[in-house]
């Protein structure tokens, strides 16, 4: 059987699995959220990352991406709607969230190479953006 590598949760509740065979991939769930909510990418040993989603409320569009190495990329645009669309960031319509990547256990890179790095290296500053302070 197919197991995941990751499951990614939301109040704990699972909002979506990876497993070995969907590498590389990208899940784009979405899912209405209250203030205080959390999120856990946990792997299948048991490591697992979370991220306070603080007083954000509204819907969440989320972007999960896991690629053959393992590494995983995510964030997230929040909306009042149902609905994204692509520009409604640079529009003010939506909020973006980009989380700390990471490697998922069993890959031949560690998540210590981030230690020390910027923004670039570590995956939370992409060219022509701007990230706030």
Known sequence: MNHPILRVLVNDEELCAISEGDLPCESRPSRQLGSGSALEFVDYAGTIHKHE???HEGWFHFSIRVHPNRACQADCAITRTATY?????????????????????????????????GLFQRGLHFSGS???G
């Open 53 to 55: 989603l603080g007083e």
């Open 85 to 117: 669309a692509q520009d409604d960031i640079s529009k003010g319509a939506a909020t973006g969230l980009r989380f700390q990547p990471f490697f998922v256990s069993g890959s031949d890179v560690g998540n210590e190479i981030f230690k020390g790095r």
């Open 130 to 132: 701007i990230t706030n």
